[in-house]
């Protein structure tokens, strides 16, 4: 009785999210480790391109980190669902701290680009081990009626600081170089494991037996293929991946190479297009509520596409830096209904390994579509490879309308298990 006392206060309501020590905790390291990663974000691909000059290299990097976190993800779930949720947290910021902190110390004695493609494939995948846990995490310190909210604040304020971030990682690599940068995401890492050290998360219950190695690394695929939204969105997920993961790496090509711009305006728009993530955030819960999960997550894919179209052949910073906003708006919006819609409708023994199994699957091509649309904006220029890849998101969503995704209030169809 006095947990739900605690949990429901006066007038019946449920605590602000602001007023839970736990959450609040969270939710602070998670905001102060975003603004180091997107220190990393800028850094990482300028010191590809100082050293390099080419984005066909930036994307190949981009490519050789993703494949590591797809593998990883493909065991990421069950270590989830077997081990401590703090542990673990704490242990992938400790050694991103540590993988992180190489290149700084490294750069000190010149460029080594060889580095970058042991130390970017690790980290991404303790960060795969990360971010599957961190799903978990979020369904284990709110109840399941405030998990698109508890998303939403995470996202939008993760965002504000993203807003932050990319102009003083631009900052700090014009004054500095880009190295500092990354040395800065290095140390933000060990923040956040100090703070998520006193987080409490709430013990989970187990309803199954430990069966063998292969049936439990397949059970979140299972679920998947039982529940047809999540089944749907797992397919055109990876379709849109697979077209929008290269990305940041087209943006800061075409500032630098097609408009001759420097580190600090690349800062200034990844933070403008932060702006739009914290919009997104903000606003997906009410649109959600309001629209229903079809209209909300189609919706964002198809706008998305359309600014994605535009932002290889825009000519200004500016309007670069509105496209982006809307993109990542309405990624945002898309994504956190993604989300919240999996650790809604699965069992807590199984979150892991669904969340593991879902990212495992769509971003599975994601590398290789990194690959290509850097190569063929090298090639054919990025107005062209924009143009392509926004105009096949806007059909990945008119697709999605002939699917079960369409459907308002998938939540309360039932667990499929």
């Known amino acids: 009785m006095a947990e739900l006392a605690d949990e429901t206060p006066a ?25 180091g990663d997107s220190f990393a974000l800028i850094a990482l691909p300028l010191l590809v391109f100082r050293a390099t000059g080419s984005v066909a290299q930036m994307g190949l990097l981009t490519a050789v980190a993703a494949v590591a976190s797809v593998v990883a993800g493909v065991f990421a779930g069950v270590v989830v669902d077997r081990l401590d949720r703090r542990m673990l947290l704490v242990a992938c910021d400790l050694a991103r701290m540590v993988l992180y902190g190489l290149v700084p110390l490294t750069w000190a004695f010149g460029p080594h680009v060889w580095l970058l493609y042991m130390v970017l ?11 599957v846990t961190y799903v978990t995490a979020v369904r284990a310190l709110v109840p399941g009626d405030r998990i698109t909210q508890a998303n939403g604040r995470l996202n939008a304020t993760a965002a504000a600081a993203g807003v932050i971030g990319p102009v003083l990682a631009g900052a700090v690599a014009g004054r500095f170089g880009p190295a500092a940068a990354v040395g800065v ?17 709430r013990g989970r219950t187990r309803t199954e037996q430990r069966s063998d190695g292969w049936r439990e690394l397949l059970a979140g695929v299972a679920f998947l293929r039982r529940q047809p939204v999540l089944r749907t969105l797992t397919v055109l997920l990876s379709v849109f991946c697979f077209l929008t993961l290269g990305l940041d790496d087209l943006i800061v090509y075409h500032l630098k190479h097609d408009l001759g711009q420097g580190d600090g305006t690349v800062g200034t728009v990844f933070a403008i297009g932060a702006l739009g993530t914290v919009t997104g955030a903000l606003l997906v819960a009410p649109i959600r509520r309001t629209m229903g999960f079809g209209v909300a997550w189609i919706g964002g894919v198809a706008v998305g596409g359309l600014a994605l179209a535009g932002i290889g052949s825009a000519g200004s910073v500016p309007v670069i830096g509105a496209l982006a906003a809307a993109f990542l708006g309405c990624v945002s919006v898309a994504g956190t209904c993604s989300m919240s819609l999996r650790q809604e409708v699965t069992p807590d023994h199984l979150l892991g390994r669904v969340t593991s199994a879902f990212w495992t699957i769509h971003y599975s091509a994601a590398p290789v579509g990194a690959a290509v649309l850097t190569w063929a904006a090298q090639r054919c220029g990025t107005a062209v490879v924009c143009l392509v890849a926004g105009a096949c998101c806007l059909l990945t969503a008119v697709l999605a ?4 995704v369409r459907v308002p209030r998938p939540e309360q169809a039932g667990d499929p298990a």
């Open 401 to 404: 309308l002939f699917t079960p």
């Open 121 to 131: 494939p690790l980290g991404e995948a303790v960060g795969m081990l990360f971010s």
């Open 185 to 201: 995401d290095a140390a933000s890492f060990a923040v956040s494991a100090a703070c998520v050290s006193f987080v409490r998360f």
């Open 11 to 35: 007038l019946g309501r449920p605590r602000p999210l602001w007023r839970d020590r736990d959450f609040s905790v969270f939710w602070a390291a998670q905001t102060l480790s975003v603004v």
